[in-house]
């Protein structure tokens, strides 16, 4: 204000000399009437003393030792240590498709490379103990940021369409499971059984498995649920509501003991894949509602144009119906996979050993640590928030970028 | 459909449309299809179960619900030892869900509908402190948060003798928390009678004199009626309880313990803090949401005819907020009350919690385990159905208005 008035000299005469920006700022936001005086110096109080609590405990009082001395465990657990390449080389796969996808679609990709190098060069920067401490380590979360920029370029290329990026998408998340878990018996890759397997990677497997695998069978739901066919609709009706009435833990120990009962005695299933069956089952419910709620968003004028140019059913739906419905669920399945990345800390009732389990078992490895449960709970929490803000702040970005919201 | 219909009555050949292309055939096809597929898996599933049973000497009946459960609960509602019945140990932890969930409700829309009402706060740092705390709930695993109030905190209160104290009302230690709570005396039934009574009489005064306004159009006092009704059963009751309707059961300290109040274990509370901080933060925003949701010329018009400042508030935008608010509201309650299944890992004898004890005394995962789920199923489509009747009504009274 003060700026636009020195360039225009008459409306300076007439003006008072305006107070300096703070002051103005302090009196209309803080101090703009009695009682809101009186709440300013409250929270002002307030934040001093709890600030001031919490950043002593965390510099001087916490003893950070079971989260420092091996912050390794909490990104893959007990996966044997001569094997850990194979993570890396998953990693190293996801960095180099994400700097690809970043190449070819641009917008919100950029974003999420953008994070994801930030958050590895990161790693590859603070100083950490134990396994995490060794220089190849340090070298390796460091070498992603240039495999990112160098997907990016690639990327960029103009004989690399979409397809191959997602080509390469599909591709990783059928061999990073095999990659992680050996090939068949174990001559060609060693076999790592998934009960090795532990913190971050297997919360990532989790959320991210789940989401993937519920999302083509919510999309049948959605559309089961609107089917004319009553059969079908029912059971569709039935499974969505079903799922979604009961808590997920309840849902998560059915697939992990009661599902046994119901399959053929001979057929054995992995505890971490009847975990991932549960996630998969629950986040299906509510991807098939938020489809649901794309599919109504598409107007009646779309199907009724495809019908008059001569598509059946099936194309209706395949070519015109579902590409804008999905389009327009995007925010909402992302905002899913984050409640569904949180959701995988229940996996600790049936045994599985993500983040929380993780740090519950770090607690009882030293007998020195065993009170440590402030420190450690709050470093978990700390892990979570970082990653769901900045998966919130991304989605954000994608609600502005696709337009929706805007009415 | 009809497009479709008619296209086909105008081909001159209707009966030269093959099988395989009419659509009628198609669907009933469709539904006969996937009727046999459903069954079917049924029908696969169902004698899966039945060996896996046999083999494994499962007995699917319910009629251990009769049989003593042998273990005991930490805390019931109801009068409860090892020796009742797997059916009360049952009942006892439908009502410790029932106990926390309704308490829960109560106090997270209290503390949701404050923070939401300071995230609109025009004082900045208000506004923004409402805002971290809505972040850092929003973007921890409710578990984590959990585990942090049981495991870090309430297991890390001082024993007994130390007791963090408000004297004469509030005790906490590593036992729980011991409150200060009125209780009623002898005579004291008659005065909550009294009080339930002349509550119910001013609740119907109320509906049938503001009834009575809108089809009359004179003023009813209904408001004026209604506290009076309550003040004279008020004065009744105390008189009928002669003067003394409550005494004050204070926790006191004897021996290694307190005796006398209102206990709440340590589990029940870190839950309850857990859940409570948690959904507040959903409610906040749903809060703020149907707030900012009315129109600001609403306001305005409503100054315009000339109603005062709490006559627009109840008037005009707390009625269209709460069209707005209620429905998420609602889902929140019911997410609360599914997330007191959390109380597993933290050891509140909850519905879940209970369950799995008494799949592992009795033996029977399979019945067991289908009580629980449909318990929560008519929990929920309980709620939904509320909801839906709300919906309803709300739409109504739209289109009449």
Request: aromatic share 10%; hydrophobic share 55%.
């Amino acid at each position: 204000m003060t700026d636009s008035g020195s360039t225009q000299p008459e409306s300076a005469n007439i003006r008072p000399p305006s107070p300096p920006k703070l002051l103005v700022w302090l009196r209309r936001n803080l101090f703009n009437s009695w009682p809101n005086s009186v709440l300013t110096l409250l929270a002002v109080g307030s934040i001093y003393f709890v600030g001031r609590a919490v950043l002593e405990w965390a510099f001087f009082t916490a003893d950070w030792r079971p989260v420092t001395n091996n912050p390794m465990l909490y990104l893959v657990g007990q996966y044997p240590r001569d094997q850990i390449w194979r993570v890396g080389a998953s990693l190293l796969l996801v960095s180099f498709l994400t700097g690809m996808s970043w190449g070819e679609w641009r917008g919100i990709m950029r974003t999420f490379a953008m994070l994801l190098a930030g958050g590895l060069a990161v790693l590859g920067i603070i100083p950490a103990g134990g396994q995490m401490g060794s220089l190849a380590v340090h070298v390796f979360f460091l070498i992603n940021v240039p495999v990112i920029f160098l997907g990016f370029l690639l990327g960029s290329r103009k004989f690399v369409t979409g397809s191959w990026v997602l080509g390469g998408w599909l591709f990783s998340f059928l061999v990073i499971p095999f990659l992680l878990r050996g090939i068949g018996d174990g001559t060609v890759l060693p076999t790592v059984e998934t009960s090795l397997w532990g913190g971050l990677l297997v919360t990532l497997i989790l959320a991210v498995g789940g989401i993937l695998l519920s999302f083509p069978l919510g999309v049948l739901l959605a559309l089961g649920r609107r089917s004319s066919l009553p059969v079908i609709k029912i059971f569709c009706v039935m499974f969505i509501e079903g799922i979604r009435g009961v808590p997920l833990v309840t849902i998560l120990f059915m697939s992990s003991i009661i599902l046994a009962l119901f399959l053929p005695p001979d057929l054995r299933i992995d505890r971490l894949v009847r975990a991932l069956i549960g996630m998969t089952i629950f986040s299906a419910a509510y991807t098939a509602e938020n489809v649901r709620g794309g599919l109504q968003a598409v107007p009646a004028g779309q199907i009724e144009a495809a019908k008059a140019v001569g598509l059946n059913n099936f194309q209706t739906t395949l070519l015109v119906v579902l590409p804008q419905a999905l389009r327009a669920v995007i925010p909402a399945i992302v905002g899913q996979f984050i409640s569904l990345f949180k959701d995988t800390t229940l996996a600790i009732i049936v045994a599985i050993n993500e983040l929380l389990n993780i740090g519950k078992s770090i607690l009882q490895s030293d007998v020195e640590f065993l009170q440590l449960q402030l420190e450690v709970y709050v470093f978990i929490a700390a892990v979570f928030w970082v990653l769901c803000y900045l998966m919130s702040f991304a989605s954000r970005r994608l609600e502005t970028a696709l337009g929706i919201g805007e009415r | 459909m009809s497009s479709s219909n008619s296209h086909r009555k105008s081909l001159t050949r209707e009966s030269a449309i093959p099988l395989w292309r009419d659509e009628r055939a198609l669907t009933a096809a469709a539904q006969v299809i996937s009727a046999i597929i459903f069954i079917g898996a049924l029908i696969w599933v169902g004698v899966n179960l039945l060996e896996a049973a046999k083999q494994r000497g499962l007995s699917l009946g319910f009629d251990f619900i009769n049989d003593p459960a042998g273990f005991p609960i930490s805390e019931a509602v109801i009068p409860y030892d090892d020796s009742y019945t797997f059916g009360t140990a049952f009942l006892v932890g439908l009502l410790n869900t029932l106990k926390i969930s309704i308490i829960g409700i109560v106090l997270a829309t209290v503390l949701g509908t404050i923070v939401g009402l300071a995230r609109l706060s025009t004082n900045w740092l208000v506004s923004r402190i409402a805002l971290a705390y809505i972040e850092l709930h929003r973007n921890i695993p409710l578990l984590v948060l959990l585990f942090i109030w049981y495991f870090a905190i309430f297991n890390k209160l001082p024993p007994t003798q130390e007791s963090l104290e408000v004297p004469g009302l509030l005790y906490i230690n590593q036992r729980g928390l011991y409150l200060s709570w009125p209780r009623l005396t002898e005579t004291g039934s008659l005065f909550a009678v009294s009080l339930l009574v002349g509550l119910i009489l001013a609740i119907i005064a109320w509906i049938y004199l503001r009834r009575l306004r809108k089809r009359s159009g004179h003023s009813t006092y209904y408001a004026g009626v209604s506290i009076a009704i309550i003040l004279m059963s008020v004065v009744l009751g105390l008189a009928l309880s002669e003067w003394q309707p409550l005494w004050i059961d204070t926790p006191v300290f004897e021996g290694f313990n307190f005796t006398g109040g209102l206990r709440l274990t340590p589990e029940f509370t870190a839950l309850l803090v857990g859940l409570v901080m948690y959904t507040a933060a959903f409610i906040a925003e749903v809060v703020r949401g149907g707030i900012q949701a009315v129109d600001l010329g609403q306001t305005e018009a409503a100054k315009a005819v000339g109603l005062k400042q709490m006559q627009t508030l109840g008037l005009v935008i707390i009625p269209q907020a709460m069209r707005v608010i209620i429905p998420p509201l609602i889902s929140q309650f019911l997410n609360l009350t599914k997330n007191t299944s959390l109380a597993l890992a933290i050891g509140y004898a909850d519905l879940f919690n209970v369950g799995r004890i008494m799949i592992n005394q009795a033996g029977r995962a399979v019945p067991i385990f289908g009580m629980i789920m449909v318990t929560y199923l008519i929990i929920s489509l309980i709620t939904s159905l509320i909801l839906n009747i709300y919906n309803r009504k709300i739409q109504i009274s739209e289109k009449s208005a």
